[in-house]
């Protein structure tokens, strides 16, 4: 994903099945104008992306699956491929920590999946971030440099293109205890010199780092001013239509700002 554009990315999580996620998506359709600085990206559950992949405007909003199983065909009870997502959406989620501590998703999984998506043209973002306690430890920058190494090993530069990094402090999620600017400053920086030292600086420089965690429309313009950080990856705040358009607004005002600048 090329830096030009701020990517905001609804994660509705298991939330709105296909009917309400169909009325909701209406519901933004008014509220939020197609804009050249701003790729809005939605992510239902799996049952609603192919509704919503017919009603949507596709100037107006991208699909993100929340997840998808890394093998393309065969005997795996229950799971959804991304071959069966390729041209439904056009970005995958890939290592939520909701996906690593609950289903307890490994690297090795996670990094199965990057590879999938991208197999599958469809770009991955790859949610990244440490726990409280590893915080706590001053582990920050040593779990992300991990979780980076983890989940792109086999990865090439030109496949780097395609994909996003979120960072997701654990602690953060749905917690309303958003993190500091300063401390996404020093992670999102962290995180471009970890991409430096695997790809070289030009990967380093082309590569869209997003923040995730209680982001809200009040909070939302802090992190868009971090120049390290070029989207918002946002969960709670994205259900409620009037927040999550502003949030879209403050997206929109700052790639102006930028541009102005
Ligand atoms: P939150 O979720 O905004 O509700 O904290 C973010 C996420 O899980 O991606």
């Keep these: 994903m090329a830096r030009d554009k701020k990517l905001i990315v609804a994660n509705w999580k298991m939330n709105m099945g296909v009917h309400e996620s169909s009325l909701y998506l209406h519901e933004l359709s008014r509220m939020i104008q197609p804009r050249r600085d701003v790729e809005v990206v939605l992510a239902p559950e799996t049952l609603a992306l192919q509704t919503l992949s017919v009603q949507i405007n596709h100037r107006q909003f991208k699909l993100a699956a929340q997840n998808f199983y890394w093998r ?21 989620l890939v290592g939520h920590s909701e996906r690593r501590n609950i289903f307890h998703e490994s690297d090795k999984d996670i990094r199965a999946k990057v590879q999938a998506a991208i197999r599958n043209n469809i770009k991955p973002i790859l949610c990244i971030g440490e726990t409280a306690s590893e915080r ?14 983890g989940g792109l090993a086999n990865i090439t530069s030109e496949e ?7 960072y997701e402090p654990v602690w953060a999620i ?25 790809y070289g600086a030009k990967a380093a420089e082309n590569i869209a780092i997003l923040y995730g965690g209680s982001v809200t429309a009040e909070s939302a313009a802090d992190y868009l001013a971090i120049p390290d950080v070029d989207g918002l990856l946002v969960g709670g705040a994205s259900l409620d239509a009037h927040i999550f358009s502003e949030i879209v607004d403050k997206a929109h005002s700052k790639s102006t700002v930028v541009k102005k600048g």
């Design 160 to 166: 780097l293109e395609d994909v996003t990094i979120a």
């Design 136 to 149: 706590a430890w001053g582990e920050t920058l040593d779990v992300i440099n991990d979780q980076l190494i």
């Design 174 to 198: 749905g917690s309303g205890q958003n993190a500091l600017p300063y401390d996404v400053t020093i992670a999102a920086r962290g995180i471009r010199s970890q991409i430096k030292h695997l």
């Design 72 to 92: 393309d065909h065969g005997a795996f009870t229950g799971e959804v491929s991304a071959t069966m997502l390729r041209g439904i959406v056009q970005y995958g």
